[in-house]
């Protein structure tokens, strides 16, 4: 629930923020307003596509800089979720890589990016996510962990090696603002 107050405050911030006017005095004393306006689609707005170099990488920058993770942040793009995974967080994403999405049966790629399965993409997206930024170490002490689709995952420890909802982490790698888990395998919600 938090999430989703964090999320909505943050679009209704973003949403004021670009409504708003700019307003410069002339030599004459006289106010000139002028609006910003930008050629970008409107496909590519929001906090995800301001571009920062002083920063640490979020977790969408992450996911883009990596060889390994193309497909998953294709489904993000199509599922239309960047500007989630760029919020002040802290979230941890189990981010299954290219071979986890290889492994799934022939096709189910393809259909998921479909336009018309972009709410059932984004659902399953969002069960890789946990509100927190906790370590490999840190999850062997959890039982379950709640997903942003509503879901639980269950964590298990076998070793030294951490599965979470059946996937194993096998890397890890801190965000500004989370953490992301490199997962084995996609993480598929019971509903």
Partial sequence: ????????????????????KNETTTETGATA?????????SSNQGQAFIEDDE??????QIAIGSPDHTTLVA??????????????GPLMVFAPT???FDALPAGTVDELLKPENKDKLAYI?????????????????????GQASGEDATVEVNGDNVFVGGAKIIA????GNGIVHVVDKVILPAN
């Avoid at 938090?2 to 409504?19: D, G, N, W």
């Fill in 33 to 41: 307003e002028s609006s910003t306006t930008s050629d970008v689609p």
């Fill in 125 to 145: 997206l969002k069960h890789h996510v946990t509100p927190g930024n906790y370590s490999k170490d840190f999850l062997k002490k959890f039982k379950k962990v």
């Fill in 172 to 175: 890890s790698v801190p965000a």
């Fill in 1 to 20: 629930m938090k999430t989703i107050l964090k999320l909505l405050f943050v679009s209704t911030a973003i949403l004021l923020f670009s409504a708003c």
């Fill in 98 to 100: 290219n071979a986890a």
């Fill in 75 to 88: 489904a993000v793009q199509a599922a239309g979720l960047e500007n989630s995974l760029v919020n002040a």
């Fill in 55 to 60: 920063s640490a990488p979020n977790l969408l």
